[in-house]
């Protein structure tokens, strides 16, 4: 059974919600930040030598980077392929990778270059525009990925919701979402669906 080291206020909430979602039985160790420096406890590292989260345990599996875990545990509990294309149907399957891939590789890098600007109380002169205007530029490609659909591929819910939702949700949490309705509503969508309600209930987030 997955065990999954769950430190909380972060990215691991999506993965508990990602197993809800698809109704796999699993364990949950929680870890608490350090509430001055917020960064992981020591004990994380005894999992992985990264010490941080999400990390999942599946037998002699040790398992880091959202991404991955979601790629293992949709091949793993979603044999159905409801969440994700075949790679028999290869442009679609390339398609969903690259929106795997996306969140953590171009997204996540300018927002928490914003996060340590914010949290420093001062504007630095080379990061912050930098920052800004790459937020800009991806959150207009997300938005106009959506386009009118619900889902960042189109009709149906897919894996590749968990890792933009969580750039969303830190856009939400940084306050940065104002002239983006659009991600609003998805996130607004994201958040009603019964398996985020179950994450959020059971990861105490
Ligand atoms: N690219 C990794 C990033 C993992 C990561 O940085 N996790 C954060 C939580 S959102 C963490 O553990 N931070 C604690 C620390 O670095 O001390 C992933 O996608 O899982």
Redesign the pocket.
């Known amino acids: 059974m997955i065990t999954l080291h769950h430190?909380r206020i972060?990215?691991?909430i999506f993965t508990v919600w990602l197993l809800e979602e698809l109704g796999a039985e699993y364990d949950m160790t929680v870890y608490h930040r350090d509430p001055e420096t917020m960064?992981?406890p020591e004990s994380l590292r005894s999992i992985h030598p990264l010490?941080?989260?999400?990390v999942i345990v599946d037998g002699d599996l040790v398992l880091?980077?959202?991404?991955a875990i979601t790629s293992y545990v949709l091949e793993k509990y979603d044999t159905g392929y409801q969440f994700r294309p075949r790679s028999s149907d290869l442009q679609a399957w390339a398609t969903y990778n690259q929106w795997l891939a996306y969140p953590?590789g171009s997204v996540f890098a300018p927002l928490l270059l914003k996060m340590l600007v914010l949290r420093s109380g001062v504007d630095h002169p080379v990061i912050s525009p930098f920052s800004d205007a790459e937020i800009k530029l991806h959150f207009a490609h997300i938005t106009e990925q959506l386009g009118d659909s619900p889902y960042i591929l189109g009709d149906s819910f897919s894996g590749a919701d968990f890792g933009i939702s969580y750039m969303i949700s830190m856009g939400e949490r940084l306050g940065l979402l104002a002239d983006y309705p659009e991600l609003v509503e998805y996130l607004n969508r994201i958040k009603a669906r019964p398996a985020w309600l179950s994450a959020v209930e059971k990861a105490v987030e």
Not at 51 to 54: A, M, N, Q, Y
Not at 64 to 67: A, C, L, M, P
Request: proline share 7%; charged share 35%; net charge positive.
């Open positions: 430190l972060g990215r691991s960064r992981a010490g941080k989260s999400p880091s980077e959202s991404g953590e």
